[in-house]
């Protein structure tokens, strides 16, 4: 009788621990998935790219910012 209730002060305990570790857990995650906002962003490369929408317009034509 001893050993049973060791047992299951012992089974409580952990599973108390196991539900703390799995809510800090989910907090953790919780805060991993906040989205990012992009609130400016430039771009000066050679071939004349001063902008995003030039960068993009060099990528898509294929074009060639390095020789």
């Known amino acids: 009788m001893a050993n049973e209730a060791k047992l ?3 089974l409580k305990k ?6 703390e570790a799995y809510g ?3 907090d953790i995650e919780e805060r ?14 050679p071939g004349d790219v001063r902008s ?3 960068l993009w ?5 294929g074009g060639d910012a390095l020789s």
């Open 52 to 54: 995003p929408e030039d």
């Open 8 to 10: 299951r002060e012992y």
């Open 57 to 61: 317009r060099l990528l898509e034509s």
């Open 32 to 45: 991993a998935r906040e989205p990012i906002a992009i609130v400016a962003m430039s771009c000066r490369f």
């Open 14 to 19: 952990v599973t108390t621990d196991l539900d």
């Open 24 to 26: 800090r857990l989910r």
